[in-house]
């Protein structure tokens, strides 16, 4: 049972490339959902899922792009990197479900947009 | 709008001393609300919190709910150096499914 996996755990952009960040959980979770948290900051909503197929934006949606079409996979699409978007990006999933509704927090991506 | 704030946003003190962490709230359809722990990476989770006045007590970490005066307390006994981090507070609103986070508390404990 891994839990919440992220790749990349580093990446480097250069301003208007493109990239997919990946999140996968293996906890069978309907909820899931992708933060950026910059230095010195908590965390900002970015997008989020509550089951296959749906999915809402949150507080910082523009530059931004999701998908869900498994339960397990929740990517992140950046379509033109800007200096902006430098950031640690955290993706998690909850169950929401009866008693227990905590976040399981991947390891991060570090970005860099220069 | 939805808003959680916590204070101070940064303490140091010094090994054994006691800390008290603030977190207050104004969330529509508040349903819990969370403390995480975050050192180098990823945030882990310290307690949910639903019902006001229960104590949830985890070692020398504890903290309370006060539904009515829309707050929490994080409380650190003995601190060690070990306890340094930023410390999140978030409240899951069950109306749109989202956590709000607050911006966090920085706590660097002294040997």
């Known amino acids: 049972n891994a839990g919440v996996t992220q790749t990349p755990k580093f990446r480097i952009l250069k301003i208007g490339q493109s990239m997919t960040l990946q999140c996968t959980q293996d906890?069978?979770?309907?909820?899931m959902y992708w933060y950026r948290q910059d230095p010195g900051m908590g965390l900002k909503l970015i997008y989020y899922?509550?089951?296959?197929?749906?999915?809402d934006k949150g507080e910082v949606p523009n530059g931004y792009n999701v998908s869900r079409s498994t339960t397990e996979d929740f990517p992140l699409r950046l379509e033109l990197a800007a200096p902006s978007q430098t950031s640690v990006y955290f993706c998690?999933?909850?169950?929401?479900?009866?008693?227990?509704?905590?976040?399981?927090f991947g390891p991060g991506t570090r970005l860099t947009v220069l | 709008e939805d808003k959680v704030v916590q204070s101070p946003l940064s303490l140091v003190v010094h090994e054994g001393d006691t800390v008290t962490l603030n977190c207050s709230y104004e969330?529509?359809?508040?349903?819990?609300l969370l403390w995480y722990k975050q050192e180098k990476k990823a945030p882990t989770f310290l307690f949910m919190l639903?019902?006001?006045?229960i104590e949830k007590k985890s070692g020398r970490l504890s903290s309370i709910l006060d539904k009515k005066e829309l707050f929490s307390i994080l409380n650190i006994t003995a601190t060690q150096t070990g306890d340094s981090a930023i410390y999140l507070c978030?409240?899951?609103?069950?109306?749109?499914?989202?956590?709000?986070f607050g911006t966090g508390t920085r706590l660097k404990v002294l040997a």
């Open positions: 998690a999933s909850s169950s929401q479900g009866g008693l227990y509704n905590e976040q399981f």
């Open positions: 906890m069978n979770h309907n909820y």
């Open positions: 978030a409240v899951h609103s069950s109306g749109t499914y989202k956590y709000i």
């Open positions: 969330v529509t359809n508040f349903r819990s």
């Open positions: 899922s509550v089951g296959a197929g749906i999915t």
């Open positions: 639903t019902s006001s006045g």
